[in-house]
Nanobody, 127 residues
Framework: QVQLVESGGGLVQAGGSLRLSCAAS????????MGWFRQAPGKEREFVAA????????YHSDFVKGRFTISRDNAKKTVYLQMNSLKPEDTAVYYC????????????????????WGQGTQVTVSS
């Protein structure tokens, strides 16, 4: 069983930055691909970013490329999402997710492939 706890959300003005953290309670964090997803009110959950077990490969959705960066620290069992140049349309609840890796070179980008989810953290960007 994997427990995930997100933190770092809040209210920020457009153009500002936030760093989300997701701490995992699991023995072998380095066996899990990690992802960030978000869901805005009235919208479906969407993929934001993912990272492989080693951290060597990362994936970012087109709408955050160049602004958001996913990273991980396996020693701290934590995955991060650095969010810069925030826009009002980034307002959403952000969730981290974990998937027991079956491929060293790939991290999933579909929510259905993730087995464990955090409770979410609210990010609100004012204009």
């Amino acid at each position: 069983q994997v427990q995930l706890v997100e933190s770092g959300g809040g209210l920020v003005q457009a153009g500002g930055s936030l760093r989300l953290s997701c701490a995992a309670s699991v023995r072998t964090f380095s066996n899990y691909d990690m992802g960030w997803f978000r869901q805005a009110p009235g919208k479906e959950r969407e993929f934001v970013a993912a990272i492989t077990t080693s951290g060597r490969r990362t994936y970012h959705s087109d709408f955050v490329k160049g602004r958001f960066t996913i990273s991980r620290d396996n020693a701290k069992k934590t995955v991060y999402l650095q969010m810069n140049s925030l826009k009002p349309e980034d307002t959403a609840v952000y969730y981290c997710a974990a998937d027991y890796s079956s491929n060293y070179y790939y991290a999933p980008r579909e929510g259905a492939e993730y087995d464990y989810w955090g409770q979410g953290t609210q990010v609100t960007v004012s204009s």
